[in-house]
């Protein structure tokens, strides 16, 4: 790696970080860090480099090869049958992707990634109050474990002192952006962000949450910047004229 990479690196580092290193038990500004990300792969291995100062964490390259085409298609199957067989009441408000510690068919520790919906929701709760007690909980409301399942097992690897923000911290970030890409591909169906429409949250059941933005504000906000500067440019020789006249004053 070059030396300006490695700096620049750090310095994208830097940003993500809130009071330090996460090894050193700063914490990881994951909204900043996953608002701008799209892919899973990326997502991750970011996370991975940030928490690996001191002890480089080599189980990421099994994570690295995982096949997350497959793992989203699995996921938008899922979605598809619980929207054919269970839809949501017409009074959801919002929907709530929820974490936990689970065991599979053979009695093994895993994560488990449940789907909720609620009629309640209250944009500025940072608990997530709404989504404790739902009031629409599909039949087949567990997504398929997957690419969770594989960061659950493979966390066991990472050192002992790392051991939670690679469990957690990682496992988090992925069902985050999953679950993003997921919803952007049903927005329509799921009716979200439209107008009144509903909201997503993921995060810990009764733990640490993510509100999804609506990715079309930050489109319209764009918009409505370019639109600003266009009604206030002024072209050159308007400039050059406004110049001018103050020269002039002035003179």
């Known amino acids: 790696m070059r030396r300006d990479d490695a700096r620049d690196e ?13 090894d050193e ?21 970011k996370l991975v480099r940030l ?43 919002a929907f709530f992707f929820g974490l936990f510690d689970a065991e599979d068919d053979d009695g093994k520790e895993t994560f488990g990634l449940q789907l909720s919906g609620s009629s309640f929701f209250a944009p500025f709760d940072r608990s997530f109050s709404w989504a404790a007690e739902p009031t629409w909980v599909p039949d087949d ?13 493979l966390s066991a690897s990472a050192p002992r002192e790392q051991r939670e923000f690679a469990r957690y911290t990682i496992g988090l970030a992925y069902a985050v952006i999953a679950v993003k890409r997921l919803c952007l591909r049903f927005a329509k169906k799921l009716e979200l962000w439209q107008q009144g429409g509903r909201q997503v949250a993921v995060g810990f059941v009764g ?3 993510i509100l999804l933005p609506n990715p079309q504000a930050s489109i319209d906000a764009e918009l409505e910047d370019d639109e600003e500067l266009e009604d206030g440019e002024l072209d050159e020789e308007g400039l050059e004229g406004g110049e001018a006249e103050r020269t002039s004053e002035a003179d």
């Open 141 to 153: 409301c567990f997504a398929p474990e997957g690419i969770l399942d594989e960061i659950y097992r």
């Open 51 to 93: 928490g690996a100062r001191q002890r480089e964490w080599k189980s990421w390259k099994r994570l690295a090869q995982h096949d997350y085409e497959g793992a989203e298609e699995e996921l938008a199957t899922w979605i598809e049958e619980v929207l054919r067989d269970d839809p949501p009441p017409p009074e959801t408000q």
């Open 10 to 22: 750090e310095a994208e580092d830097e940003e993500l970080e809130e009071g330090g290193a996460a």
């Open 25 to 45: 038990g700063g914490e990881i500004d994951l909204a900043a860090l996953l608002g701008s990300i799209d892919s899973p792969a990326e997502a991750l291995e």
């Open 207 to 209: 733990g640490e949450a």
